[in-house]
């Protein structure tokens, strides 16, 4: 399979956060900025396999600041590395608020993806091609995690 650039896997999603998506505090619930980066790294996935992906895991997570209602949410992702049927795909959220035009990191995660076809049987995926060197930082890492992964997984089936 011919390799893609990771940068042809880069998708943006955006949405305001609104008062019904909101906790008691007037923030954004971590669930919905869960599901927002669910959405915006299947979106990624797909773009590089050229197929349907379903959610593997959810590996890490870190919530940095919360998002206030009102503020605009933006999420950047991209595919960090492909394995044979799976990519890991890294997503960084943002919260602007467009009175002051002040945008902030507020969360990052990492998501394994596996691409399926029409049967729903894994299917195999195009490398990935790092180009800058941020890209090729982020393809190393995404090799180191998967071996922790693979070892974890190990681990948990041996219990």
Not at 8 to 36: C, D, K, Q, V
Not at 41 to 55: E, K, P, S
Not at 77 to 96: C, D, L
Not at 141 to 156: D, H, M, N, P, V
């Amino acid at each position: 399979m011919e390799p893609r650039p990771v940068r042809a896997s880069h998708s943006t999603l955006s949405e305001l956060a609104l008062p019904n998506e909101a906790n008691g505090l007037g923030t954004l619930l971590g669930g919905r900025i869960m599901h927002l980066i669910d959405i915006a790294g299947a979106l990624a996935a797909a773009r590089h396999a050229r197929q349907f992906v379903v959610t593997a895991s959810f590996d890490h997570m870190d919530f940095l600041e919360p998002v206030m209602i009102g503020e605009l949410v933006e999420l950047h992702a991209s595919v960090n590395r492909a394995f044979r049927t799976s990519m890991e795909v890294g997503v960084k959220v943002f919260a602007e608020d467009l009175r002051k035009a002040s945008r902030r990191h507020v969360a990052s995660a990492y998501l394994t993806f596996v691409a399926l076809d029409a049967d729903r049987r894994p299917q195999p995926v195009p490398p990935a091609l790092p180009e800058t060197d941020e890209e090729k930082r982020r393809y190393e890492q995404a090799g180191e995690r998967r071996t922790y992964r693979l070892s974890q997984r190990q681990r948990r089936r041996a219990q």
